[in-house]
């Protein structure tokens, strides 16, 4: 039972992230691409502010999974390489943390590139 009170969390968590996004969509006049930067953009500022950490504490993949989970990584990463480093980690922290998913994305990116061709409508 306590699994799928977990599994209910992370849903309700990561589907509001989408409800807010698909709103934002709708109603407004801001392009996806800016939805998904200011995703990013508030994972970052909410980590630095201690309001994100509670809210991944609380629903964990459903937290992290969606783009500002991605925020989250960066800050989470600089915090503790600045905390090792000194400033330098400031420039390397989000990168290190967060060099598996985007190093994943690429791959991906370019093997499906060789798989499909592209086609002008």
Do not use: W
């Not at 209910?8 to 992230?17: A, E, I, N, S």
């Not at 691409?33 to 509670?54: F, H, Q």
């Amino acid at each position: 039972m306590e699994m799928l009170v977990q599994y209910v969390k992370v849903f309700v968590c990561g589907g509001l992230f989408c409800v807010i996004a698909q709103i934002l969509i709708d109603k407004t006049k801001i392009t996806p691409a800016r939805i998904l930067v200011s995703y990013v953009v508030a994972g970052v500022i909410l980590t630095a502010v201690g309001l994100y950490e509670p809210l991944v504490d609380f629903a964990k993949s459903g937290a992290t999974v969606p783009l500002t989970g991605f925020g989250y990584a960066l800050a989470k990463g600089v915090q503790r390489a600045v905390s090792e480093k000194g400033i330098i980690g400031a420039f390397t922290g989000g990168l290190t943390a967060t060099a598996a998913g985007i190093s994943t994305a690429i791959m991906l990116g370019v093997i499906c590139a060789l798989m499909f061709r592209s086609k002008a409508k």
